[in-house]
């Protein structure tokens, strides 16, 4: 084992060889009699991840701490030890490894956010941590076979749906494509060997098939004094598995499984090849992609496109120059990169959005599992391409709405639009958006985000900046300005007595009045502290249940929320609780069609606040007659106003009908 990590140090010095072999010797004494769930020795998974790392050219402190990751964790040595021997940095990545799969919470679910939340964190601090993780989980979907069923299937989940987009993030392909299929064998067994058994069948044909496009592409582009290096591959198993469901197609259907791969000096031979390959065969209409002019948020860098061969045959072709190259290759890693001895920075750790993108969320106060739900949809989603009308590129998750966008522009434009166009059409500021469209927002003095956006933005910028308006002009989230909660004087008594005392009126909490507009009742009481649960975000009409707590008073969550079997004593803190809004009949809801215009959204509340209504949740979206329709849920203070205020909606002139829903 040893011997053969030796012979893969070859880009490194002498002195960093020793270092490296040093560390190996010694993880190897501390191993030693360890043996994993697949009985082999332990130090062979330390090696593994080591190998992993040394391939992507990593520094030396990123193999040495991938070769003692576990060993702090799983060994008598003491930290102090462990610095003495190697060193602060050692220790700190090391330690941020460790740290990431140490997380003592009961629901499982919750110690599974909070682990890839911890690891998100550890990523701003020193993205070389989150690398060796990497590696190590590479390294663990190999041998997950050992493994029962079930939790083959879960852990297979999770790197699919976070280390292998994570991977991608940091523009390593290779590791991405690595862990993608390594999960595919697991989620979708059928399909993974039945694609496996394909390609290998089609191998020789495809092979005859690459070598006659590689023999013609080359003597093109040297009539044209380029000099290229060209790389023929089949796609990895889950890419093809893609295709399969995203066209519902069966396996045979399924003809672009080739790719082709051209490297050169310069940008400009780069496109001058693509018009060489479009002179040679076919594009396919709708497939070209430059990621040179609009480069991944990573970096990344290429020209795609896909053309029609003999027979009918597509293929996809890359092009990119041979730096370009390597940071496709190695991606975040090439800022590490060894070349004769001396780093070879490409991209920095703090070029990359994710890493960004972190730092802003590394501070905010949410628990884990909306973190989870929110960073990592925002982070870890495919990505469109959108432009403003200056023509700066914006990078949006797949899904991102004209709310999203403008809020990437800048705060104040989102808290003021009215409306948005696509390509100059008008479209609901709630439309997913699509690629290459040129959007512009429409913005009003008066106009204020509306506590429904938040069902339909997609990033955290935004989710974040809708929040802290509503929180900074007293608008809750969860609509709590008008809720009130009931329960039983005799409960809460009780409840109080046998915990710590919840109540409490000093100014420095939250009091909770009973004012006309913003109160909260439990049974008789006023002033009782209430808060409401951020993992579910219960607003009236939820059927809900109460937890008293020590300090936060009576937490609101949903009856259905998944957190409430993992919070310690609940069902002996629970409480019933109620809307009283509901009871007193105050909530009602209305249909709306209207004509795409620019505010109409702001006129409807308008019509709501003539007569202090509150709105709770409202949607306008394109039917297929290219009108904007849907429903609004309001609650009023006065149940005899409903009439008035859709009379009031009526007289809007954009406004086409307008319904009371029972």
């Known amino acids: 084992m040893l011997t053969d990590l030796s012979k893969q140090l070859g880009i490194y010095t002498e002195d960093e060889k020793s270092r490296i072999m040093s560390a190996a010797k010694w993880a190897c004494d501390q191993h030693r009699g360890q043996k994993r769930a697949s009985g082999e020795p332990y130090i062979i998974h330390p090696i593994s991840v080591a190998e992993t790392l040394i391939k992507l050219k990593m520094d030396v402190p990123t193999v040495i701490g991938g070769l003692l990751h576990d060993v702090i964790e799983d060994t008598d040595i003491t930290e102090e030890e462990f610095t003495e021997l190697f060193g602060e940095e050692v220790t700190t990545l090391v330690n941020g490894v460790t740290k990431i799969s140490?997380?003592?919470?009961?629901?499982?679910s919750i110690q599974e956010s909070e682990t890839i939340r911890k690891m998100f964190l550890a990523m701003v601090k020193d993205i070389r941590v989150i690398l060796i993780k990497l590696a190590d989980k590479k390294h663990n979907m190999g041998t997950l076979h050992y493994l029962r069923p079930d939790k083959q299937q879960r852990i297979a989940k999770e790197c699919l749906d976070i280390y292998a987009p994570l991977a991608g993030k940091l523009g390593i392909y290779g590791l991405k494509s690595e862990l993608e299929d390594a999960s595919l064998k697991y989620l979708d067994k059928e399909s993974y060997y039945k694609i496996k058994s394909f390609v290998s069948d089609k191998k020789k044909?495809?092979?005859?098939?690459?070598?006659?496009?590689?023999?013609?592409?080359?003597?093109?582009?040297k009539e044209q004094n380029i000099t290229i290096d060209v790389k023929s591959r089949a796609k990895h198993f889950y890419s093809i598995y893609n295709k399969m469901v995203e066209k519902n197609k069966d396996l045979a259907d399924i003809y672009d499984l080739l790719g082709l791969r051209i490297l050169c000096s310069t940008t400009l031979e780069c496109y001058n090849i693509l018009g060489i390959v479009h002179s040679l065969w076919s594009p396919i209409a709708g497939r070209f992609k430059d990621y040179i002019a609009m480069p991944k948020e990573n970096n990344y860098q290429s020209l795609h496109t896909t053309v029609m061969g003999e027979k009918g045959k597509t293929f996809e072709v890359q092009i990119r120059t041979f730096k370009m190259n390597q940071t496709a290759e190695y991606g975040i890693a090439a800022h590490w990169l060894y070349k004769?001895?001396?780093?070879?920075?490409?991209?920095?750790?703090?070029?990359?959005?994710?890493?960004?993108k972190l730092k802003t969320w590394s501070d905010v106060n949410i628990d884990s599992v909306?973190?989870?739900?929110?960073?990592?949809?925002?982070?870890?989603?495919?990505?469109?391409?959108?432009?403003?009308?200056?023509?700066?590129?914006?990078?949006?998750?797949?899904?991102?709405?004209?709310l999203d966008f403008?809020?990437?522009?800048?705060?104040?434009?989102?808290?003021?639009?009215?409306?948005?166009?696509?390509?100059?059409?008008?479209?609901?500021?709630?439309?997913?958006?699509?690629?290459?469209?040129?959007i512009s927002i429409m913005t009003s003095e008066s106009a204020h985000p509306h506590v429904n956006w938040l069902k339909h933005v997609k990033t955290a910028r935004a989710k974040s900046k809708i929040r802290n308006w509503l929180n900074a002009h007293h608008e809750s989230v969860h609509a709590e300005k008008s809720v009130i909660v009931k329960a039983s004087p005799s409960k809460i008594k009780e409840e109080s007595e046998h915990?710590?005392?919840?109540?409490?009126?000093?100014?420095?909490?939250?009091?909770?009045?009973n004012s006309e507009n913003n109160s909260i009742i439990i049974g008789n009481e006023n002033n009782?502290?209430?808060?409401?649960?951020?993992?579910?975000?219960?607003?009236?009409?939820?059927?809900?249940?109460?937890?008293?707590?020590?300090?936060?008073?009576?937490?609101?969550?949903?009856?259905?929320?998944?957190?409430l079997s993992g919070i310690n004593e609940f069902e002996e803190r629970q409480i019933s609780i109620s809307w009283e809004a509901e009871k007193l009949n105050t909530v009602r809801k209305c249909r709306v069609t209207a004509k795409k215009t620019p505010g109409i959204f702001s006129e409807i509340e308008g019509s709501l606040k003539k007569y202090k209504a509150h709105l709770i949740s409202g949607v306008l979206d394109e039917n297929d007659r290219g009108m904007l329709e849907g429903n609004f849920t309001m609650e009023l203070t006065n149940g005899e106003d409903f009439k008035k205020i859709l009379k009031s909606i009526r007289t809007i002139p954009t406004i086409a009908y307008v319904q009371e829903l029972k």
Do not use: M
Request: aromatic share 6%.
């Open 340 to 356: 004769e001895g001396k780093k070879d920075g490409h991209v920095k750790p703090s070029d990359l959005a994710v890493i960004n």
């Open 102 to 108: 140490i997380v003592n919470v009961q629901s499982k």
């Open 499 to 513: 915990f710590d005392t919840f109540i409490d009126t000093s100014v420095e909490h939250q009091e909770v009045t």
């Open 205 to 221: 044909k495809r092979q005859q098939f690459l070598a006659k496009i590689e023999y013609n592409i080359l003597e093109a582009t």
């Open 370 to 402: 909306e973190y989870i739900n929110t960073v990592i949809g925002d982070l870890l989603q495919d990505s469109i391409y959108v432009y403003t009308p200056k023509g700066d590129i914006i990078e949006l998750p797949k899904g991102a709405t004209a």
């Open 406 to 438: 403008a809020y990437h522009i800048h705060s104040q434009i989102g808290d003021r639009c009215v409306g948005a166009k696509a390509n100059n059409k008008i479209i609901a500021l709630t439309k997913p958006l699509k690629s290459s469209q040129i």
């Open 528 to 563: 009782i502290l209430v808060s409401f649960a951020n993992c579910c975000h219960p607003v009236i009409g939820d059927k809900i249940v109460g937890f008293v707590s020590r300090g936060r008073g009576v937490i609101v969550h949903k009856k259905n929320c998944p957190n």
